[in-house]
């Protein structure tokens, strides 16, 4: 059935002008009745009404999800290494529809004329609605007409033709504080202005035909909210990379979409200082000159065979039991008891003290066994190549070369070149997605 409109030879009708009733066209249909039933749909969307949009980081939106758009943010600033670029912030944009049902109350009717069954005029049923004028309503907004608006586009700068409102923004952003925008807009206002002599007529009670007001057409919205989601598929949204497979679907919005990026991860070499503290064990080859002080106790077993050409002023209370002849110039103090037997007169022992100094040589061959305990302040400069092992505790500095290997632990810094994974200037595209729009 067709909604009828007043026939007049002139506008505003009136008496004198009045020419009857005429079915109206689909052109008149979408100048004036869509027009008034998409702009209240647009002026009263704000992410909760049943066909609305919503977008929110959290998913806490209602309706149905029909996609998400994801920014993807490095923690790591630009030139740091060594990184495994692992470590990343991600907002998730979730996109939903509302789907819930919308309440309709029509007490209002256009009045339309039937050839057949009950014929002559006759008041819309609720499926005449649907058919005749509401799927006509959606094709307009979905097509783009230029007297409808309510449709949603995704671009980063404001849509061209009408009025359109930024309802929702999009952010990829960078770890080096550089962001790119793009808005969900809605149109809010048409490109063209509705056609107000195409209005429908309604009956008026016993009063006859009348045309219907604003108020009384914005009574059918819930039903073209409800069209929209009842599976009829026009006049839906879905975010995703590319047009899905079933039904006809447009792009709204810029060509390139949403794109998420990325700064690049690379490996370089790079000059770089370590200055933390490692306690590690390392158990490479250490070739360098050790000068520090060792105050350790040697308790091993192996002989020390080489040669000591240092002072030694301390005492030496242990039993000499070596082979070999003393030869050497004495010429130290004795103040010790004398008990060998004295051979200037014949049969007569001298047993008292000799308290004087000796600076004569030895030159004997009989070796000395006996225990030496007086102190000695002289310089030693022969090579010791006895066999016992040294357990005594030495606390001098130590000036040599160490090449063997270490296995301790290392507390110092190192400054050198390295290569490993570097967070770049130049970023990635990690995914992209479009609005689309299902016009069939």
Do not use: C
């Not at 149905?64 to 993807?72: E, Q």
Request: glycine share 14%; proline share 2%; no cysteine.
């Amino acid at each position: 059935m067709i909604p009828l409109k007043v026939k007049a030879s002139s506008y505003p009708v009136s008496s004198s002008n009045f020419q009857g009733l005429q079915e109206m066209s689909d052109n008149e249909i979408e100048q004036y009745f869509s027009a008034i039933l998409t702009k209240d749909f647009a002026d009263n969307s704000n992410g909760t009404g049943t066909g609305e949009l919503n977008v929110t980081t959290d998913g806490s939106g209602s309706g149905t999800t029909i996609g998400s758009i994801t920014d993807t943010k490095r923690d790591d600033a630009v030139g740091t290494h060594p990184t495994d670029g692992a470590s990343s912030t991600v907002t998730t944009y979730t996109a939903k529809q509302v789907s819930a049902t919308a309440s309709e109350s029509v007490t209002n009717r256009p009045i339309g004329y039937l050839t057949s069954g009950t014929t002559g005029l006759n008041e819309f049923t609720d499926g005449q609605l649907d058919t005749d004028i509401i799927d006509k309503t959606v094709a307009s907004m979905v097509s783009g007409s230029d007297y409808t608006v309510g449709q949603y586009s995704l671009n980063s700068s404001t849509p061209s033709g009408g009025t359109w409102t930024s309802r929702y923004q999009l952010d990829d952003t960078q770890v080096d504080g550089t962001t790119a925008t793009m808005y969900i807009w809605q149109k809010t206002a048409a490109t063209t202005a509705a056609v107000s002599n195409f209005k429908p007529v309604k009956v008026e009670g016993s009063n006859g035909i009348k045309e219907m007001s604003v108020a009384e057409m914005e009574q059918l919205v819930p039903n073209f909210r409800n069209r929209i989601m009842d599976g009829q598929g026009k006049g839906t949204y879905t975010l995703q990379s590319s047009a899905p497979g079933s039904g006809t679907w447009v792009q709204m919005g810029d060509a390139g979409g949403f794109t998420d990026t990325s700064k690049n991860v690379t490996s370089q070499n790079y000059t770089g200082s370590y200055s933390g503290t490692y306690t590690g064990n390392y158990t490479g080859a250490y070739a360098g000159t050790y000068s520090g002080s060792y105050a350790g106790a040697y308790t091993g077993a192996k002989s020390y065979s080489g040669a000591y050409a240092g002072s030694y002023t301390g005492n030496y209370t242990g039993a000499y039991v070596g082979t070999s002849a003393y030869a050497g110039a004495y010429a130290g103090a004795y103040a010790g008891s004398y008990a060998h037997d004295y051979s200037g007169y014949a049969g007569t022992s001298y047993t008292g003290y000799y308290t004087g100094y000796y600076t004569g040589y030895y030159t004997g061959a009989k070796s000395y066994s006996g225990t030496y305990a007086g102190a000695y302040s002289g310089s030693y400069t022969g090579a010791y190549v006895g066999t016992s092992a040294y357990a005594g505790t030495y606390a001098g500095t130590y000036t040599g070369y160490y090449s063997g290997t270490y296995a301790g632990n290392y507390t110092g810094a190192y400054a050198g070149t390295y290569a490993g994974d570097t967070i770049q200037s130049s970023s990635s595209t990690v995914g992209t997605v479009r609005l689309w729009l299902r016009t069939a």
